[in-house]
């Protein structure tokens, strides 16, 4: 258990309206992450923090925002929902595990109708 | 940027041993990682491999030779809770943060 949290974990939301993602952390750790997981895409980086205020794009950037004003909490919003970032949504941390393994939170499961 | 590689499906007897193969393409190879994930869940880390050779842990084995930018994941002893999606993973000495790139999943299905 890498003590990460994210909320909501279900969400169903209207075209072009903001939606923010939570994930928490309770072991300090400096990296941070969102992924997006799409059948036949994989798993695929939207953005990443590395550490208060310090935030770059991933890979699937285009849309989202994000923000870390706490050590503790890394967020995800989306300005304006599209139905194309109906996604299941995963924070990760980098752990101290065997080559500073990345750890998953639950996963957040978006519906933009 | 990097390319991962491994078969989308495979089938298998319950007792019996499935390979699952992944090939990469990066220019600054930091690492290999496995993943399990079953349906709905998020993924979860099993195995670790950044020199050539095997790592035995339990009934799940990995393997990577860098030259040849491949690895696998051997699962021993099949169970039906073994049906899930394997991730094959890649972490690049020159990629921002630390990231890691993920291939496209194998989901294996055990059967009786």
């Known amino acids: 258990d890498a003590g990460i949290t994210q909320s909501p974990r279900h969400k169903v939301t209207e075209t072009g309206t903001p939606v923010t993602l939570r994930c928490h952390q309770t072991?300090?750790?400096?990296?941070m992450y969102w992924y997006r997981q799409d059948p036949g895409h994989g798993l695929r980086l939207i953005h990443y923090?590395?550490?208060?205020?310090?935030?770059d794009k991933g890979e699937v950037s285009d849309g989202y925002s994000v923000s870390r004003s706490k050590t503790e909490d890394f967020l995800l919003t989306l300005e304006s929902a599209t139905s194309s970032q109906t996604s299941v949504y995963f924070c990760?941390?980098?752990?101290?595990?065997?080559?500073?393994?990345?750890?998953f939170g639950e996963g957040s499961w978006l519906t933009v109708v | 940027g990097q390319n991962i590689d491994q078969p989308t499906e495979m089938t298998a007897t319950e007792g019996a041993i499935v390979q699952i193969n992944c090939t990469y393409q990066?220019?600054?190879?930091?690492?290999l990682f496995w993943y399990q994930q079953h349906a709905g869940e998020a993924p979860t880390f099993l195995s670790y491999?950044?020199?050539?050779g095997l790592e035995e842990k339990g009934r799940f084995s990995s393997f990577l030779s860098r030259s040849k930018g491949y690895s696998y994941l051997l699962l021993k002893e099949l169970q039906m809770k073994d049906s899930a999606s394997y991730l094959c993973?890649?972490?690049?000495?020159?990629?921002?943060?630390?990231?890691?790139?993920f291939g496209g999943g194998t989901r294996v299905l055990v059967k009786p």
């Open positions: 072991e300090n750790h400096r990296y």
């Open positions: 491999n950044v020199l050539d």
């Open positions: 923090s590395y550490g208060v205020k310090d935030t």
């Open positions: 993973a890649v972490r690049d000495l020159r990629a921002a943060g630390n990231k890691l790139t």
């Open positions: 990760a941390i980098q752990g101290e595990g065997p080559g500073n393994t990345i750890y």
């Open positions: 990066t220019s600054g190879f930091n690492g």
